[in-house]
């Protein structure tokens, strides 16, 4: 009872959902056809399971996108991405990296308000300069990553775990700064 | 209200996403899977640089508490401290009988820089006369980067009073028995007035601008122009709100009986109002508020709009007409608005006009009343209508003119007429 009931709610959100929020929706399909697409022009081969799968999700994420099916969505396609694709760091990567980023913005944005809400074009072009400073850090961590490979460093027990550090400290400072009551 | 900003959906996906892809990347000493991740890394750390200091504080306000049906307002929603806020959204519930713009009643506000306050305003429109709850809803706010989520939080519940709409009633006709001191309706008595009556021999006290020179010189005596004294009229709206028949849609769509009926009454309260004439009210019905007293002037206006608006339908199941008290004095007017399908309404009437008072029925009930496809509903409303041509009859037949409402005019033939029967001579009984 209690299933169909949210079943109904969810169709009911979705048809009252505005043109600008059915963009974004798609945006976030669109997001992760991208990296779908990336995975074998990155010499990773085909799978037809896992793309349904992740299709499956990113259509749940579209569906929902305040919910946390969005969060799978990027895990999955950043899995996948691992599993089938050996180390590459050509255009291809940037191209996956801009999916994901697609993906996570149209999420974002069509999570911003109720079925039918607009976004006014202020939102949007603040959003859209945040996304090029997304772009702009994306690419120059690109560079760095081809500068490291291009530089064959050998393999360093001290260097992995200073990473893992550098992580785990950040990881920390994330759960700390969700935990803290600052605001008055 | 919410009293702490959360984590929105957005930053808690980018960063477990980040978090753990990149403790993957290390492990497998994948450099590629940093770059994937760097989008969503720069999102949290935008997010996380410019948490929120300060909880927002919600309130709305309605500009106008009382309106007219098809009239609206602004609903304003405000948030003080929103010096963390960069997009606040306002959603507010629908009800029927209340429209908003925009029309589904979801409103967002971006403000590009850190302000004290953040106001956002939805336009209200009340589209039927009533008292009914309004500016409920939901109201949330996002920080900057949407990394942080304050809400939803709920709005409060305004009372809004719509009166019916200004309705259009016009009678050239004199009330047939004028009865009190001052007014515009030519009474029977001779007097100060401007309505021609007479020409007759002059009297002492008669004033001299009366004197009418061409007969005064054909007769050899003076004589005066003489006119009957205009007062003013006393009138009772009787409404009838013990049933209600048809589908209400709202000041734009059909009307039901009791929509017919209280913008009748408002009209023609207006109407006898404006002119100077007494009005009062009586609503024959479960409603509580069920009566404004006799009175004059636009102040008295209000009270009779007001004591329409609290209308509600239903009958009153202990109402004994025959022992109902309805104050009125002699010689006032009783308009009766009412389908006829109630029996207290119609015991009301007759009882009424058996005292000698002037009675008129307008009739509320439209002419095709859509009863729903089932045979049987259909079968049922036709005998009911076979009931009421009986009712109607037995009212008619006790000298009651029923009229059916049709806005200006309705009441001219009737009051005419009733003014004749007021002027001939009656058997005493």
């Known amino acids: 009872m209690s299933v169909s009931r949210d079943a109904g709610d969810l169709l009911d959100r979705i048809a009252q959902t505005s043109g600008q929020q059915r963009l974004l929706r798609l945006g976030v399909l669109a997001g992760a056809g991208v990296v779908l697409v990336a995975i074998p022009s990155a010499g990773g081969g085909f799978h037809l399971l896992l793309s349904l799968i992740a299709l499956l999700v990113a259509l749940l994420a579209a569906m929902m996108p305040e919910s946390h099916a969005g969060a799978v969505l990027l895990v999955t396609l950043g899995l996948y991405w691992v599993v089938l694709v050996p180390q590459h760091l050509g255009a291809w990567l940037l191209v996956a990296a801009a999916g994901m980023g697609l993906a996570h913005l149209c999420a974002t944005l069509a999570s911003y308000g109720p079925a039918g809400h607009h976004l006014d074009p202020v939102l949007l072009r603040t959003w859209g300069r945040r996304a090029w400073v997304a772009v702009v850090a994306t690419i120059a961590v690109w560079l760095l990553t081809g500068l490291l490979d291009f530089l064959d460093l050998p393999p360093s027990r001290f260097a992995l775990g200073a990473a893992l550090l550098v992580l785990l400290g950040w990881v920390a400072y994330l759960s700390v700064r969700f935990a803290s009551p600052k605001e008055r | ?429």
């Open chain 2, 1 to 429: 209200m919410p009293d702490t900003w959360q984590p929105s959906i957005a930053l808690l996906r980018a960063a477990l996403a980040s978090a753990l892809l990149a403790v993957v990347a290390v492990l497998v000493g994948r450099p590629d899977l940093l770059v994937l991740v760097t989008p969503l890394v720069v999102h949290v750390v935008a997010c996380v640089a410019r948490k929120p200091a300060v909880t927002p504080t919600a309130s709305s306000s309605l500009s106008l508490s009382v309106l007219r049906e098809g009239e609206g307002t602004p609903l304003q929603v405000s948030l003080e401290h929103a010096e963390g806020v960069e997009h606040a959204v306002v959603a507010l519930n629908t009800h029927r009988w209340t429209a908003t713009k925009p029309a589904n009643g979801v409103v967002g506000v971006t403000t590009g820089r850190p302000r004290q306050r953040l106001d956002a305003t939805v336009a209200v429109t009340s589209t039927r006369w009533g008292r009914r709850a309004i500016g409920d809803g939901l109201v949330a706010a996002m920080s900057p980067s949407a990394g942080y989520q304050w809400g939803p939080g709920r709005l409060p519940t305004r009372t809004i009073t719509t009166l019916p709409m200004p309705g259009s009633f016009d009678s050239r006709a004199p009330a047939p028995h004028p009865i009190g001191l001052v007014g515009t309706n030519p009474a029977r008595r001779p007097g100060e007035g401007s309505e021609f009556s007479s020409i007759r021999p002059f009297q002492p006290g008669d004033r001299l601008r009366r004197i009418q020179w061409r007969v005064s010189l054909r007769t050899r005596t003076l004589h005066v122009t003489s006119t009957v004294a205009e007062q003013d009229a006393s009138v009772l709206l009787l409404l009838d709100s013990g049933i209600e028949v048809g589908t209400s849609e709202g000041v734009l769509g059909s009307a039901s009986t009791l929509d017919t009926a209280v913008r009748a009454a408002g009209a023609v309260a207006e109407h006898y109002l404006h002119r100077g004439d007494r009005v009062g009210l009586r609503v024959l019905g479960s409603t509580r508020r069920n009566a404004a007293t006799t009175s004059a002037g636009r102040r008295h206006l209000r009270v009779v709009l007001d004591t329409l608006a609290a209308v509600v339908p239903g009958e009153h199941r202990e109402a004994d007409p025959s022992r109902m008290r309805f104050q009125v004095s002699a010689g006032s007017m009783v308009i009766v608005l009412s389908p006829l399908l109630c029996p207290t309404a119609v015991a009301a009437t007759t009882t009424l006009a058996s005292r000698g008072l002037d009675v008129v029925v307008v009739d509320t009930l439209p002419d095709g009343v859509d009863v729903g496809g089932d045979h049987r509903r259909r079968l049922a409303w036709r005998m009911r209508l076979l009931e009421r041509a009986q009712v109607l009859d037995k009212v008619q037949r006790a000298g009651i003119p029923v009229v059916a409402w049709r806005g200006p005019g309705t009441l001219d033939q009737i009051l005419v007429r009733l003014g004749r029967r007021a002027a001939m001579p009656r058997v005493a009984r």
